[in-house]
């Protein structure tokens, strides 16, 4: 090649290298919103997202609009979005409602119901349905003023991790469980085990170590993916009593200068996102199930209806407690109990 040919082809392609910086340029959005997540780096969820929905955002508005979905404390611990949010550090945030327990039980009772709905769709139907939307912008209106609910809703049963069999609620007896605090923990102790708070990242450390010997931690894909059933050889799926409601707020600043075709995008966006995540989590856990199942070298355990049912009158107990601490938390006890008598789950 000559040099002079060789200038040419460099300057073609220095000028295909402009162009496609600019098509880039071009499909990002034109306001991009910055939202922590209580997913960690390598959840299949965050991926999923990222992957499949985020880019959906843009399209839907034109490319007006966008997300930035951000791994759990990435800019500020998990328990502190709602004040980031509040002082426009974060333009929102994607987490566990369960999170902001410690301000209020009304949290805890609205952020998971501890083994009281059967699917991650009757909570869909819930929040969105249910009056669990208005529910928790309630809750934020009294304890964060300016964030604004755009929805919440659960996308998966979390299956529990063990490495001893635990077949039903007299196994529960005297087991060392990672659990998060308040209600959770609360229904383990009352069932007969010994929780133990811990963070996520903690957990795969500490059973392996044999400071737990069972958890409460996220999806079959997600527990998968971080390489839980490598040390813990009897999960249990579907799960036997979490199905974490997540929030997606934002600031209301944010929110009041969105158009009105922005929020209602974002709104569809949401329901529709947090859907294909619940389908796709079903179907990828339940492709996982059968594969371990096939392989042989995991026991999976599925709790007979009769104990789950157990697990649920011994929750209920600790829901009434929960109930009794502050007119927010009756509330939304309330609000849970009337949907669940009309699903026909009470």
């Known amino acids: 090649m000559t040099f002079k040919t060789l200038a040419k082809t460099v300057s073609t392609l220095a000028v295909a290298s402009v162009i496609g910086a600019m098509a880039t340029a071009s ?3 034109e306001r991009t919103l910055k939202i922590q ?7 299949a969820s965050l991926a999923y997202l990222n992957e499949e929905w985020v880019p959906k955002l ?17 800019v500020v611990p998990r328990r502190e979005t709602a004040e980031a949010i509040g002082v426009g550090i974060l333009d929102g945030d994607l987490t566990s409602i369960n999170y902001f327990a410690g301000v209020d039980p009304a949290f805890a009772l609205m952020g998971d119901l501890i083994a009281g709905y059967d699917s991650a769709d009757q909570i869909q139907a819930f929040c969105a349905q249910g009056g669990g939307k208005e529910m928790l912008q309630k809750l934020f209106d009294a ?4 964030v604004h609910v755009v929805g919440c809703g659960a996308y998966a049963r979390e299956a529990f991790v063990s490495k001893v069999p635990v077949r039903g609620v007299e196994d529960l007896q005297g087991l060392k469980i990672r659990s998060p605090e308040g209600l959770a923990a609360d229904v383990f102790k009352r069932a007969g085990a010994a929780p133990v708070s811990m963070s996520g990242s903690e957990t795969y450390g500490a059973l392996e170590k044999g400071v737990i010997d069972a958890a409460d931690n996220s999806a079959y894909a997600n527990n998968d ?3 839980m059933h490598k040390i813990a050889k009897y999960p249990i799926f579907p799960g036997i009593h979490s199905t974490p409601i997540l929030q997606f707020t934002i600031s209301q600043q944010v929110y009041d200068e969105l158009s009105e075709q922005e929020r209602v995008a974002l709104e569809t966006w949401y329901l529709a996102a947090y859907n294909g995540l619940r389908q796709h989590f079903d179907r990828l856990d339940r492709q996982l199930v059968a594969r371990d199942k096939a392989a042989g070298e995991l026991e999976i355990i599925d709790w007979p209806q009769e104990e789950r049912d157990k697990l649920r009158v011994i929750a209920q107990e600790a829901w009434s407690a929960f109930a009794s601490q502050t007119e927010l938390a009756q509330e939304v006890y309330d609000a849970h109990v009337a949907f669940m008598k009309e699903a026909g789950l009470l």
């Not at 843009?58 to 990435?74: F, K």
């Not at 304890?143 to 300016?146: I, S, V």
């Open 27 to 29: 499909m990002a959005a």
């Open 37 to 43: 997540t209580s997913s960690n780096a390598s959840h």
């Open 58 to 74: 843009e399209e839907m508005t034109g490319g007006s609009l966008g997300v930035e979905l951000l791994p759990v404390d990435a």
């Open 143 to 146: 304890h964060f003023p300016g």
């Open 225 to 227: 993916a971080n390489g």
